[in-house]
């Protein structure tokens, strides 16, 4: 069993900057892809970016070029530098690890969000 633990989020005003965290359970070395996702209220859980065991990153159009997402597989640890945020930006923030278990088979974890509001 994988347990994620965030931590970073809160209120910033608009043009401000969060930085995020997630700590995943030390001594799994099965991590794969790692990433954030947020849900709005009203809204679907959407991707915001992701990293692979190799490196290899992915946005959002929403947020390129903002947010800087970065890990470090020593430690299972994963952070989502946010900057110039938006009031759009306003979400619950999760982190995700996929974990390789065997062959025909990947678990997905989640945590249990952070709350990242943009507003003046």
């Known amino acids: 069993q994988v347990q994620l633990v965030e931590s970073g989020g809160g209120l910033v005003q608009p043009g401000g900057s969060l930085l995020l965290s997630c700590a995943a359970s030390?001594?799994?070395?099965?991590?794969?892809?790692m990433g954030w996702h947020r849900q709005a209220p009203g809204k679907q859980r959407e991707l915001v970016a992701t990293?692979?065991?190799?490196?290899?990153?992915k946005y959002a159009d929403a947020v390129k070029g903002r947010f800087t997402i970065s890990r470090d597989s020593a430690k299972n640890t994963l952070t989502l530098q946010m900057n110039s945020l938006k009031p759009e930006d306003t979400a619950v923030y999760y982190c995700?690890?996929?974990?390789?278990?065997?062959?025909?088979?990947?678990?997905?974890?989640w945590g249990q969000g952070t709350q990242v509001t943009v507003s003046s």
């Open positions: 030390p001594g799994i070395s099965s991590i794969t892809t």
């Open positions: 995700n690890v996929i974990v390789y278990v065997n062959i025909l088979e990947y678990k997905n974890y």
């Open positions: 990293v692979s065991n190799g490196g290899r990153t």
